[in-house]
């Protein structure tokens, strides 16, 4: 079991959504964890993505315990026309009372449309479950944000709290989001793009309603664009969301990190 280094940097993040035990760490995952401890990120989410993820993501929740938090569910991009077997699979871990989150669940549009029915059976069944369970729901949606929220606008209850991972959308769709209830916009690296236009979004939208992520190894924010991602780059999405908002990086660490802790029920900030 790893004992890190105390980190002395303040303040402290939480990256909602990372990939970390992909094999692109394979080299340095030990130096990856501490250098986010490092830089202030104290508390790591792994969403799962299909059964061939799940011993990696176990080993890493067990190795770094109060540090990375494995959760369970079948992404969107793993669904196909027969999905019995992988979903028995992930409702009988997620009965175990392990996990922090079903995720990531959702649609997606951008690589297939084929199997867009099974996508959104598997997504309305694992919404059922995290409300039974009393579990929050970390959504994937890809060029199908339409599909998605009226998935979930149709499910949503008392009993159901969630983040739209990888937010890039519209103020008016943050505004849909944000009238669901208990439901966060997952901001990460692409708030850094010059181009990608979501910095202008959130100047409208603003911070209350934000959790930071990575979706490391994939899509890091400027200065790293392009190589591989990781969860010490946090507060470099951290500082472009304070400039959006107009408030200061502390405030966005605060407020990110209070409404995580709230969201996936990680104790006090």
Known sequence: MYKPKTPNLAPMFVDTHAHLYSSKFGDDRAEMVQRALDAGVTKLLLPNVDHESI?????????Y????????????????????ASMK???????????????????????????????????????RWAKELELPIVIHCRQSFAETIAIVEA???????????CFTGSAEEAAR????????????????FPKGGLAETMA?????????????PYLAPVPFRGKRNESA???????????ATGVSVATIAKITTANAMKLFGLGES
Not at 206 to 214: A, D, I, K, P, R
Not at 233 to 242: G, M, Q, R, T, V
């Open 177 to 192: 989001i944000v009238a669901l209830g208990d439901f966060y916009l997952g901001i990460g690296g692409v708030v850094t």
């Open 204 to 216: 409208v939208v603003g911070h209350e309603h934000c959790v930071l992520e990575t979706d490391a």
């Open 89 to 127: 699979q992930v409702e009988a871990l997620l009965r175990t009372g392990t996990y922090f989150g079903v995720g990531e669940i959702g649609t997606d549009l951008h690589w297939d449309k084929t199997f867009l029915a099974q996508q959104e059976e598997v997504f309305r069944q694992q919404i």
């Open 55 to 63: 011993d990696a993501m176990h080993t890493l929740a067990e190795e």
């Open 155 to 165: 499910e949503n209850g008392k009993d159901l709290r969630g983040v739209f991972h």
């Open 233 to 243: 780059y946090i507060p470099h999405i951290a500082a472009k969301l304070a400039e």
């Open 65 to 84: 315990p109060g540090i990375c938090y494995p959760m369970m569910g079948l992404h969107p991009c793993s669904v196909g026309a027969d999905n019995t």
